[in-house]
């Protein structure tokens, strides 16, 4: 069984502050993706990273996937009180029995408060 | 483009009742899943549809959990009977294909079922 264990749990920060959200694997993924959730929705998704070392950026976050695809960070500068929500980290990996589908995989979520 | 409906949008029921709930995938998506959120935790995939043939449901408790999908099209999710663990957010998702790489998932709100 492939897990990812994200890290905080929880952050509270002020308005301006910046933050890192790490989500860690023993396992290797064809890709890993960042989605943001708010109260009452369904996960939205914020970018994919496929290759080892990868580095996206998105306005504000800054995504990076690890050298060896086993891990990641999202990092926000400058957050704001719009940036307030759960942030799932999710690998995608493919399914055992010599198929050429996949599957994603996520991690327990990390909610993020942004106070005024 | 409307997004994926789910409904109902809110469920309670008693312990060894039983429940459905029905999902309507983006028009064109293939694949479609369902997944299981418990409060304070990520999503969990419960089973993936690629049209109407069964993908994968490892993860889905056969002794009390089914779905369909018999026109390719719509979704259907049974629990019978209902435990008090089963309490949680059941997702639906849809992509337009299904790969081992990494594909774009489209979520719908929700149905958020309490068992008493």
């Known amino acids: 069984t492939q897990l990812l264990e994200q890290s905080p749990q929880f952050l509270s920060i002020q308005e301006g502050e910046n933050l890192t959200v790490y989500c860690n694997s023993s396992?290797?993924?064809?890709?890993l993706q960042w989605y943001r959730q708010e109260p009452g929705e369904g996960p939205v998704l914020l970018v994919t990273v496929v290759t080892g070392g990868e580095v996206k950026k998105l306005k504000r976050l800054t995504f990076q996937f690890g050298d060896a695809r086993k891990d990641s960070s999202l990092h926000i500068t400058a957050a704001q009180p719009g940036d307030t929500g759960l942030y799932l980290c999710a690998g995608f990996s493919r399914l055992s029995g010599g198929t050429s589908y996949g599957k994603l995989t996520f991690g327990q979520g990390t909610i993020l408060t942004v106070h005024p | 483009e409307a997004g994926v409906a789910q409904s109902p949008r809110y469920k309670i029921i008693e312990k060894r009742q039983s429940v459905a709930f029905w999902c309507n995938p983006i028009?064109?998506?293939?694949?479609l899943y369902w997944y299981q959120q418990i409060l304070g935790q990520g999503p969990k995939l419960l089973i993936q549809f690629q049209n109407n043939g069964v993908v994968d449901d490892s993860q889905l408790p056969k002794d009390r959990f089914s779905a369909e999908r018999l026109k390719g099209v719509d979704s259907t999710l049974k629990i019978q009977p209902a435990k008090l663990e089963d309490s949680a957010v059941y997702l639906c998702?849809?992509?337009?294909?299904?790969?081992?790489?990494?594909?774009?998932?489209?979520f719908g709100p929700g149905t958020r079922l309490t068992v008493l």
């Open positions: 396992s290797v993924f064809s890709s």
């Open positions: 028009s064109g998506h293939a694949t």
């Open positions: 998702a849809s992509s337009l294909v299904l790969s081992f790489s990494y594909n774009e998932q489209f």
